[in-house]
């Protein structure tokens, strides 16, 4: 399957990491990012993993919808209501393990 053309493009800036900004072109996200507490962070914005989680939860609700569209089928409330999580181990971008 080939897109032939795109109805629509969102775009987002991050500046920083994660200790930084993040700005979409359209003006609806204009956050400060943070690392939270638990790594180092001072809590002065967000963390970038819950606005993954979200993102990718509501994608996959509107995934789900897609489906029940297009097969005549409906999908049970309970399965479309998501939650992400994103886990975060000793070493991987912890600053207590950097020299």
Do not use: C
């Amino acid at each position: 399957m080939t897109i032939e053309k795109a109805i629509y493009t969102a775009r987002a800036n991050a500046m920083g990491g994660r200790v930084g900004t993040v700005k979409s072109d359209d003006g609806q996200i204009n956050l400060k990012l943070d690392r939270p507490l638990e790594m180092g962070g001072k809590g002065n914005g967000t963390n970038p993993e819950p606005l993954f989680a979200a993102g990718y939860s509501a994608w996959y609700i509107g995934a789900l919808r897609v489906v029940e569209e297009k097969r005549y089928i409906r999908i049970p409330e309970a399965l479309q209501r998501r939650s992400g999580r994103i886990r975060h181990r000793r070493g991987y971008d912890d600053p207590s393990t950097r020299h």
